[in-house]
């Protein structure tokens, strides 16, 4: 079965990150297997870069199939200095603000 992790911007407990996980659930169903990662970083901004390396490390555990990475600071803090232009993994991205030229996604 495949495998995705999905790291999340925000804590688990925020509405809007409810929304996506929700979305990504319903469109995935039992198609896979999914892991999410919460960053945390509506409330604790500055303890974002840890936590994006605890989420490499579950990457690394995993070896996903996929990533998704939801809202710019999953984009910023995680995708671009640890997976972009350095694995070959899929890395999909929903409710990024800025336009995807500034990660360096085309």
């Known amino acids: 079965m495949d495998g995705y992790e999905v790291v999340m911007s925000y804590e688990r407990d925020f509405e809007w990150t409810g929304e996506i996980r929700e979305g990504i659930d319903k469109a995935m169903g039992n198609a896979c297997e999914i892991d ?3 960053m945390n970083t509506k409330t604790d901004l500055a303890g974002g870069p840890k936590k994006a390396e605890e989420a490499l490390a579950l990457y690394k555990k995993l ?3 996929g990533v998704i ?3 710019d600071n999953a984009q910023k803090m995680f995708v671009v ?3 972009r232009n350095k694995v070959k993994t899929p890395v999909m991205f929903c409710g990024v603000n ?3 030229e500034k990660y360096g996604y085309k």
Do not use: I, N, V
């Open 36 to 38: 999410y990662f919460y």
């Open 63 to 65: 070896k996903p199939d």
């Open 69 to 71: 990475a939801s809202d």
């Open 81 to 83: 200095p640890y997976l």
């Open 98 to 100: 800025a336009k995807p």
